[in-house]
Structure formats: structure tokens, C-alpha cells
């Protein structure tokens, strides 16, 4: 079973079709869904911020809710910074893994798409007269006799929001005993060359995972910080309008 993968460089295009016309606005509605999103998350940190403040605070008085609410800051600012650092470490890795990427492909270009373009948007070409357009990475197509899986390549950090990268990872996951079992039967060295490659990409994939569950645990860390400075100075106020 012969295993190999082949590069399709990353390109910008004009698409001004039905389809691609209803995906932007989908896109548009999920970005709105994102923001509801962080919004419930928040609302949920108050909530529990409140009920922490509810069973530890006997008498509501500035100098029982500050101390509280400092030692709440305090320990969400250690974790913030602990996973500030932990997301840093993953983005290096990242760019360190794409980079030996490129060295180990000769053919594939250092393509890198314009951070402030959307993967899929518009732009205005005239009095009433709009352009859609659609943005593709680079892609690697990796075969393993009859089976094939293309995977988009990421190349900068506004991909980590718009490339499916937990279904990425499954599929991966799903496609390697497959590429390895192929790769390590065949016993050549330019096969197993080209299942570092794949391991390559599937470690950039999980750089990629762990950074946005590490952002993701950071904006939870930092919506506890601002709810217990919130409820250090207006607990009294907020537990008299909910009694």
C-alpha cells in the first residue's frame, strides 16, 4: 500500500456564487453566537462568584467583601499569568513546527494568508455593487492507497478561529494508524519521511487545540477576576436587589 502526499498552494478568490454569498452571512451570525456566547459565560462566573460571596459573607461590609474579592483577584491573576505563558509556549511551537514544515516540503511556499482578511467576506466594488470572496490555505492531500484526507494548512493565528481544528485533530487521529501501518510495512525511508511529514502537521493541530482551550480557560480566569472586584465593592447593592 503506497502512501505519499501532495501540496496545494493557498490562494485568494473571487466567488460571487449563491453559496458562498449564504456562508458569509452565516458567518456573520456566528460571530454574533460567539459573542452571546462569552456573554453567557460571564453571566455564569457572576452567578457563581455570587453564591461563593453568598456562603462565605455573614455581615455585608466593605471590610469582609474586600478581602475576599482581593484574594479571588489575586489567585485568578496567578492562573491568568500561568496560562499566559502556557499559550506563548504553544504559539512558539507552533511556529517552530510550521517552519520545519516548510524546510522538510522544497515545493510548498511560504504562503501566509493576511491576517485581517475573513475566510469568507465582502468587499464593496462599487455603487451597489458588492464582491464576495473566499480565502484558502495552503492544503496537504495525504493518500494511503484509496484512502485520501485533505487538510487545510494553517499558517498564522487568525486561522486558529476559522479552521474546523478539533474535527481536524479526529480526522487525523482517525487517518494515522492507517499512514503509519502503510508507512512502517513498506520499510522505506522516503515513506516514513513522509509520515514525519503528517505527524508534522498533526502536532501543529494540537498546538493549535491546547492554545485555545488555554485562552479559553484565561477569559474564564478574567471574567472571575472582574466579577470578584464587581461584587468586593457592590455585593451589598446586588444582594439588596436580588432579596
Known sequence: MECSYIVQEGELLLNNRRKN????????????????GTLLTFGLT????YIIFRECITEITLNNCIPLGAIFATFGSAVISVLSLYCNRQINLFQENLSA??????????????????RHGWESAGWRKVNFYTLKNPQL???????CLTMELPTCSADFYDLP????????LGFYRYFSKAAFRLKNEEQQKDLLVFYCAL???????????GTFLMLI??????????FSF?????????F
Do not use: D
Not at 21 to 36: A, Q
Not at 106 to 115: L, N, Q, V
Not at 141 to 147: A, P, Q, S, V, Y
Open 234 to 242: 457592590f455585593y451589598q447593592s446586588i444582594s439588596s436587589f436580588l
Open 221 to 230: 480566569g478574567s471574567e472571575f477576576v472582574l466579577a470578584s472586584i464587581i
Open 101 to 118: 514544515l516548510h524546510e522538510q516540503i522544497p515545493e510548498m511556499t511560504s504562503w501566509k494568508r493576511w491576517p485581517f482578511l475573513k
Open 21 to 36: 454569498r449564504l456562508t458569509v452571512y452565516l458567518m456573520f451570525f456566528f460571530y454574533v453566537f460567539g459573542f452571546l
Open 46 to 49: 457572576m452567578y457563581l462568584t
Open 141 to 147: 492531500i495525504f493518500k494511503c492507497g484509496e484512502r
Open 203 to 213: 502536532m501543529i493541530y494540537r498546538n493549535i487545540f491546547r492554545y485555545k482551550v
Open 165 to 172: 481544528i478539533v474535527i481536524g485533530i479526529i480526522r487525523m
